[in-house]
């Protein structure tokens, strides 16, 4: 039975990807830099990602999201990495070995608060799965989480290792299903239905032909603005006025990947500024909300073998080309929230019996037309 739940959410996600519409096919062009061909994180070579959702009677609303570097033996072949903390009311676990190290030798696993330790069992699961990881006695994985309680009976805690490994098992390149999948199955956002969402942005070659991919996990509130627009003020449900929840806590998991040969540093420079892409679509950071960002590079010049040489060589780009990944960067955090929210269908109600809404298109078009944002 649990195998074909599994199948039956499989196909689902292939048939929704292919079906969803989203911010751009509504003519909303946010930003000035092209996205690549899926407008999606996966547009970084060598980047996947999978889903696993979890829809049970009424009450079960959650899931997992796998986020994969690369597809080798990742704790043999870590990437430099990164993390900043716009927020930190949240739980992310193995930050502080990112932090000293400035690499990851996992997948990322995205899911919900009370699933972070399901989350590490999988990942641990998965890294000594591999032969050459047989004498391995550590593993730092990466767990990021946003508190899906509101749609979702979170302390049934329905996310298991077994999910965790099919998630990362389902990772695939291409087409990236959003919205109410994974582990955005239970968010809210804005006060509408939240979810996943992603987008993408390709430098022009004189600036370096380099592409950033951003996922997110959209799971908090504010003053909702899209490509500038005023939809929350338009809409009248907006932070302390009142809303669905009566609340703006919650958390946005940002995750940014780069094909740049970037190092931890400019890879925390280049984080930093997803917060700004984030403060963009109006998300004010609230004090209950946990705001991270991850940041990776999959340039394979730069990746670190487990078993290294004292000394090794490597080559990263210049202070002085950052400006336009952190432009990149801001742009498509600002557009993979947005999408996040198109994307996004109703999956239920919350304990009180309220509806959670998805965004209204319709209305939202309106107000576009009215800012002349349509291109």
């Given at each position: 039975?649990?195998?074909?739940?599994?199948?039956?959410?499989?196909?689902?996600?292939?048939?929704?990807?292919?079906?969803?519409?989203?911010?751009?096919?509504?003519?909303?062009?946010?930003?000035?830099?092209?996205?690549?061909?899926?407008?999606?994180?996966?547009?970084?070579?060598?980047?996947?990602?999978?889903?696993?959702?979890?829809?049970?009677?009424?009450?079960?609303?959650?899931?997992?999201?796998?986020?994969?570097?690369?597809?080798?033996?990742?704790f043999q072949n870590?990437?430099?990495?990164?993390?900043?903390?716009?927020?930190?009311?949240?739980?992310?676990?193995?930050?502080?070995?990112?932090?000293?190290?400035?690499?990851?030798?996992?997948?990322?696993?995205?899911?919900?608060?009370?699933?972070?330790?399901?989350?590490?069992?999988?990942?641990?699961?998965?890294?000594?799965?591999?032969?050459?990881?047989?004498?391995?006695?550590?593993?730092?994985?990466?767990?990021?989480?946003?508190?899906?309680?509101?749609?979702?009976?979170?302390?049934?805690?329905?996310?298991?290792?077994?999910?965790?490994?099919?998630?990362?098992?389902?990772?695939?390149?291409?087409?990236?299903?959003?919205?109410?999948?994974?582990?955005?199955?239970?968010?809210?956002?804005?006060?509408?239905?939240?979810?996943?969402?992603?987008?993408?942005?390709?430098?022009?070659?004189?600036?370096?032909?380099?592409?950033?991919?951003?996922?997110?996990?959209?799971?908090?509130?504010?003053?909702?603005?899209i490509d500038g627009?005023?939809?929350?003020?338009?809409?009248?449900?907006?932070?302390?006025?009142?809303?669905?929840?009566?609340?703006?806590?919650?958390?946005?998991?940002?995750?940014?990947?780069?094909?740049?040969?970037?190092?931890?540093?400019?890879?925390?420079?280049?984080?930093?500024?997803?917060?700004?892409?984030?403060?963009?679509?109006?998300?004010?950071?609230?004090?209950?909300?946990?705001?991270?960002?991850?940041?990776?590079?999959?340039?394979?010049?730069?990746?670190?073998?487990?078993?290294?040489?004292?000394?090794?060589?490597?080559?990263?780009?210049?202070?002085?080309?950052?400006?336009?990944?952190?432009?990149?960067?801001?742009?498509?955090?600002?557009?993979?929230?947005?999408?996040?929210?198109?994307?996004?269908?109703?999956?239920?109600?919350?304990?009180?019996?309220?509806?959670?809404?998805?965004?209204?298109?319709?209305?939202?078009?309106?107000l576009m037309k009215?800012?002349?944002?349509?291109?």
């Open positions: 039975m649990i195998r074909l739940l599994f199948a039956v959410f499989v196909l689902g996600n292939f048939v929704d990807a292919i079906a969803q519409k989203r911010v751009r096919d509504y003519g909303i062009e946010m930003g000035v830099l092209q996205p690549g061909a899926h407008n999606a994180i996966t547009d970084v070579k060598g980047v996947l990602v999978g889903h696993l959702t979890l829809m049970e009677g009424e009450k079960v609303r959650t899931g997992v999201t796998a986020i994969v570097p690369h597809d080798k033996n990742i870590k990437v430099p990495g990164a993390i900043y903390v716009g927020n930190g009311f949240g739980k992310l676990a193995g930050s502080t070995q990112v932090e000293e190290l400035g690499n990851i030798e996992t997948p990322i696993i995205l899911t919900n608060t009370l699933s972070v330790a399901q989350g590490l069992e999988g990942l641990i699961d998965y890294t000594l799965s591999f032969e050459e990881n047989k004498e391995v006695r550590s593993v730092n994985g990466i767990v990021g989480e946003t508190n899906d309680s509101g749609l979702n009976d979170i302390q049934g805690r329905h996310v298991k290792k077994e999910h965790v490994l099919e998630a990362i098992k389902n990772a695939k390149s291409g087409k990236v299903v959003e919205g109410s999948v994974g582990a955005g199955t239970g968010t809210i956002c804005f006060g509408f239905k939240g979810g996943i969402g992603t987008s993408s942005r390709v430098l022009p070659k004189e600036l370096g032909g380099y592409t950033v991919g951003v996922l997110t996990q959209t799971n908090f509130g504010g003053v909702l603005q627009v005023p939809v929350g003020e338009e809409l009248g449900q907006y932070a302390y006025k009142k809303s669905i929840e009566g609340s703006v806590d919650g958390s946005c998991m940002m995750v940014v990947a780069t094909d740049a040969p970037l190092d931890a540093r400019n890879l925390e420079r280049l984080a930093k500024r997803a917060i700004m892409g984030l403060a963009k679509t109006g998300g004010i950071a609230s004090n209950g909300s946990g705001d991270y960002v991850i940041a990776f590079s999959t340039n394979e010049s730069i990746r670190v073998p487990y078993q290294s040489e004292p000394i090794k060589a490597y080559t990263y780009l210049n202070n002085d080309y950052m400006s336009p990944l952190f432009m990149a960067t801001i742009e498509a955090t600002e557009e993979a929230i947005i999408n996040s929210l198109f994307a996004a269908k109703e999956v239920g109600k919350l304990r009180n019996g309220d509806e959670v809404k998805s965004l209204p298109v319709e209305k939202v078009m309106e009215k800012y002349n944002r349509i291109r």
